[in-house]
């Protein structure tokens, strides 16, 4: 199976997941509490996991799985496999409880520490990104299959995808002055960082904690559309070099002509 095969496997396969969230959700009959990290998880996540991960076993049983929703792997462990699936069941919890429907399942494959499939599936939306290494990024909804890029046209202001949920200010405050900015707010992580991967907003900043399963599939995704994920050093992001899998604070940058060591402070 090539690396365009693997991603509509995987895209069937976060459309399976992603079905069993929207029953849950429409049903409005789901369990939620507060894990030790304090962030939410609801028998949505879980439901979700497990039919993933059963399936991404089921597709690839030599490859490893690591799920925000699994028990923690050892460092050790984690850092001698040179493949594995990296899985946020449900990224977006928050809006998932919210009631916005901007949430979605994300399933990227690691390779090598490169994201080489990034699969993102937005079940209310019925809109999914996909991408792999070399083969471009694709959005697929109910008007069919159609390629994306970056945004790279001049203007004036610079669209920035901002949370729904956080102060607008904790972005505004880490980005220069001298530019003009247009807020676009919009829910979960992946779909702020698609967002500008089809070119409907310029960049996206995340401070505060985040998962390497928040990053994966969009990591892919953006490249394959010509952007990228920097920490806010503007170094490309990694995967799988760190004790932890904890995200620094990053930005996802649309166009590369842009002087993000300009925009960032």
Known sequence: ?????????????ARAGGAEIKRIYLSGDYESHTKEDDTPVTSADY???E?????LAQLTPDIP?????????????????NRYWLV??????QEFVAGSGDFAVAIALIDNNLPTIGVIYAPIHNRCYLASRGNGAYR???HGLKPIKINTDQQTKLKIAVSLRQSKETVLSRVSTEFEYELIPMGS??????LVAEGGADFYMRVGPTGEWDTG?????????????????????????????????????????????????
């Open 189 to 194: 992580a992946t779909l702020k960082s698609c």
């Open 51 to 55: 039919i993933i991960c059963k399936m």
């Open 47 to 49: 439901a979700a996991n």
């Open 217 to 265: 599939a969009a990591h892919c995704i953006l490249t394959e559309a010509g952007g990228d994920i920097k920490d806010l050093g503007l170094q490309t992001l990694t995967y799988n070099k760190r004790e932890t899998l904890e995200n620094p604070n990053f930005i996802v940058c649309g166009d590369p002509n842009i002087p993000w060591s300009n925009i960032v402070n």
């Open 140 to 142: 697929r909804d109910d």
């Open 65 to 81: 799985i690591v799920s925000e929703e699994l028990p923690d792997i050892t460092t050790e462990q984690r850092q001698s496999w």
């Open 1 to 13: 199976m090539d690396l365009c095969e693997l991603t509509l496997a995987v895209e069937n396969i």
């Open 88 to 93: 946020d069941p449900l990224d977006g919890t």
